[in-house]
């Protein structure tokens, strides 16, 4: 069976979208994002998707439109907008699902400051703040200026600095922080530029993905969801959104999560 080809209902989550509104998902690929153009493929509303991944997802059975993009080299990024423009044109929704918590060079959440490395919080900030940022530089300008247009990038609720109590992740937490003040000073540019966008920030909740694996066992198992259910809230989420949310960070619930 394709790996894109999951049953889930086909109700529409989109209702405040233009109907075949063209979406763009990066990191189509991750756990969340591939839940996300499953979602987006499969609801009522017939938007148009492309997905946007480092590896070719083509191979691994997605059907629709495809372009590679690489976070860390600005080119690729650039390359996969002006592909945008000349197929689709206008976009009414990107979102950002990429994200770094730990990999297999060593990278992995500090518990200390005596874990900090500076190679491993270079290359967090690099993933989570500067691609993310770079997918806005060029993809911001791609927005429908005609009806609602909406920019939303995954952060976590571990990027709030009101919100930390337990201290750690130090790198990670950094990162997310960094990323929702970019996301802030977009939304106040973008208020200028584009009157009916809206960019923001998202919390998925805890989410059974490669980048929680290794850490969800700390969770209760009734606070860990699947990724197809984090998908269906984080675009009802996106479907009730109005420009007086931008700059916001949002958890999965619809909640605002402080800075
Ligand atoms: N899962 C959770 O519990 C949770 C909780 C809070 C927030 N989040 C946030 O949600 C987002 C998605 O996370 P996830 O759980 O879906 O993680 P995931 O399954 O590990 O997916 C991460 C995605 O990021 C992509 N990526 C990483 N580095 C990249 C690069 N240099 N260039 C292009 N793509 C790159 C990965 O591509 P490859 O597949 O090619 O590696 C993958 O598509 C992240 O921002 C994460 O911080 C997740």
């Known amino acids: 069976m394709d790996t894109f080809s999951l049953a889930i209902d086909s109700k529409s989550s989109l209702t405040s979208f233009s109907r075949g509104a063209n979406i763009a998902v990066v ?10 153009v499953e979602r987006l493929s499969m609801d009522e509303n017939k938007p148009n998707v492309i997905a946007l991944n480092r590896s070719d997802l083509r191979r691994s059975g997605w059907k629709g439109l495809f372009k590679s993009l690489e976070l860390e080299n600005e080119s690729s990024i650039k390359e996969a907008s002006e592909f945008i423009k000349r197929k689709m044109g206008t976009l009414s929704a ?28 270079e290359r967090v900030y690099r ?31 571990v990027g709030s600095i ?46 059974r993905t490669k980048l929680s694996k290794l850490f969800s066992n700390n969770v209760s198992p009734e606070s860990i969801v699947s990724p197809e259910l984090a998908a269906i809230n984080l675009l009802s989420v996106l479907n009730d959104l109005t420009v007086r949310d931008s700059g916001k960070i949002f958890a999965y619930d619809g909640s605002v999560i402080p800075y």
């Open 94 to 121: 990107v979102i950002v699902a990429t994200g770094l918590l730990h990999d297999d060079t060593g990278i992995k959440p500090e518990k200390s400051w005596s874990a900090l490395d500076p190679y491993s919080i």
């Open 27 to 36: 990191g189509a690929g991750g756990g969340i994002g591939k839940a996300l």
């Open 127 to 157: 993933v989570n703040t500067v691609g993310p940022a770079l997918v806005a530089k060029y993809f911001l300008p791609l927005l429908d200026n005609n009806c609602k247009s909406v920019f939303a990038c995954l952060s976590a609720r």
């Open 162 to 207: 009101a919100d930390n109590d337990l201290g750690g992740w130090y790198a990670y937490r950094a990162s997310k922080a960094a990323l929702n003040m970019m996301l802030k000073n977009f939304s106040i540019e973008l208020r200028r530029k584009n009157k009916s966008a809206v960019c923001v920030g998202l919390h998925p909740g805890t989410v």
